[in-house]
């Protein structure tokens, strides 16, 4: 399995990401974005309006570098902050039936090759005693 059961118990939770992909010049672009995990592919799938017509989509098809973060702050006393980093391959794909939820739209399809999380579990421990999940998949 890509992700642990704690992981994708998270991104379920979540309806926002940011994905960062590399432009033709070699400079970062950061897009918030909408997303699910497809289980079927092991996979996040990024879909959203007018897919084929954005910059993310076209970084996506020149080269596939990205990386995804998603986050919140589930407390601020005490602070207490969750995340998962995804750094991978993604692809842009144009085609008829591998829209998200069903849709059949474009989508950014991003294979994980690193996954990072932090404060998912272990509610009770200090923040200062958590531990950095980080392993490549």
């Known amino acids: 399995m890509t992700f ?5 118990d998270y991104l379920a939770t979540q309806t926002l990401g940011r994905l960062a992909t590399v432009q033709r010049n ?6 918030p974005v909408g997303f699910h995990y497809n289980p079927d592919t092991a996979t996040i799938d990024i879909s959203g309006y007018n897919m084929t017509g954005s910059r993310k989509f076209h970084n996506v098809a020149e080269n596939g570098r990205v990386a995804f973060v998603v986050d919140d702050i589930a407390s601020v006393d005490p602070w207490r902050v969750r995340c998962v980093e995804i750094r991978g391959r993604a692809e842009a794909l144009d085609v008829a039936g591998v829209g998200a939820h069903g849709l059949d739209a474009p989508i950014i399809r991003f294979h994980p090759e690193r996954i990072i999380s932090f404060g998912l579990d272990d509610k009770e ?6 531990v950095v999940n980080g392993r490549d998949v």
């Open 4 to 8: 642990t059961r704690i992981e994708l």
């Open 26 to 31: 070699g400079t970062l672009q950061v897009s």
């Open 125 to 130: 421990l200090d923040v200062h005693q958590l």
